[in-house]
């Protein structure tokens, strides 16, 4: 089974990999002392806490992290069989370091390392923000590099998108899983695949569907999207749903889609897939009691989750 409580404080530490040739003719002390650390506390399962990896790995050698499992899930028993399933429900674990730390109990959260300590009154959380902030301590030289661009106007208009497609091709995917009634489900996903058109159409006129911008730049707008546009597999084995890739309107989309996931630091970020759709199932047969499912089961959206009232 994926659970695993002995795992509950298991870390993996990722350290200066692919770093750029300038970095390697440099002392490795000099360097150490110059590369910003971070505790990263993840799950791997949360396409939010994904964001996050994906700017890490995108800035590896710029910043050093260890990653932190800090959040999983345990069975309580479903004494009046309220999922209908005979199963028992699934509770998040949150690792005490988490709890200190966000206020919310959420992943992705990052705490920065200092003097060889983690300074928990300086975490950063929230996957959209978490996403900037990497960027900016990671702070490449190379424009191409950096995840928000420098001119004013193109980091506007990521943030604006990035925000869009959130709401638009992200929250949806709850929907389509924890909603009950197939018309809500078929609802939420009409939603996702209009946003997806809409997403299409802007990358068709930035250029090359090479990343949002064009010219096979990332940015906070693909990260932002890219951790469920992966995950978007699971429909048809639990909805009978699939993605009209061949939908001339998401030609573009498509070709995004090839060329961010044939990136090699994106790449090395994604779950096994056969482990994620079994993990999954505890949306789909509502034995998941989470924030998101609780929020989308009272029937707002997933990024309108309230913490007084979806608690669990």
């Known amino acids: 089974t994926e659970l695993l409580l002995t795992t509950r404080v298991a870390t993996k530490t990722y350290t200066y990999r692919h770093l750029p040739n300038q970095l390697l003719t440099m002392a490795s002390s000099a360097a150490k002392n110059t590369v910003p650390k971070l505790r990263y506390l993840s799950a791997w399962f949360c396409p939010y806490a994904h964001r996050a990896t994906i700017a890490l790995e995108h800035h590896a050698g710029l910043v050093d992290y260890e990653w932190v499992e800090a959040l999983g899930w345990e ?4 004494e009046k069989n309220v999922t209908g399933t005979g199963k028992e429900w699934w ?40 996403i900037d902030y990497v960027d900016a301590i990671a702070n490449p030289s190379d424009e191409k590099l950096r995840l928000v661009p420098s001119d004013p106007y193109l980091a506007a208009k990521c943030r604006y998108w990035a925000d869009k497609v959130n709401r638009e091709c992200c929250s949806p995917y709850y929907g389509v899983l924890v909603r009950t009634e197939e018309q809500e489900r078929k609802e939420n996903f009409d939603k996702l695949v209009t946003g ?66 044939s990136l090699d630091s ?6 096994d897939k056969d482990r994620y759709l079994e993990h999954i199932g505890k949306y789909a047969d509502s ?22 009232k979806d608690t669990y």
Do not use: C
Request: hydrophobic letters at 35%; proline letters at 6%.
């Open 287 to 308: 034995s998941a009691r989470s924030k998101v499912a609780n929020a989308v089961r009272r029937g707002v959206a997933a990024h309108e989750i309230e913490d007084d």
């Open 91 to 130: 509770y998040h674990w949150k690792a005490d370091e988490l709890k200190r730390s966000n206020p919310s109990g959420l992943v992705p959260t990052l705490i920065p390392v200092e003097n060889g300590n983690p300074n928990e009154e300086r975490s950063v959380y929230e996957s959209l923000i978490t």
């Open 196 to 261: 997806l058109k809409a997403f299409s159409r802007e990358i068709e006129k930035n250029g090359d569907g090479a990343g949002f911008l064009g010219g096979g730049r990332l940015s906070n707008t693909d990260i932002s999207i890219m951790p469920w546009a992966f995950r978007y597999y699971i429909f048809e084995h639990y909805r009978g749903y699939t993605i009209p890739v061949d939908d001339p309107e998401l030609h573009a989309y498509k070709e995004w889609f090839d060329f961010v996931f």
């Open 75 to 78: 069975q309580r028993k479903d």
């Open 266 to 271: 994106v790449k090395r970020t994604l779950p």
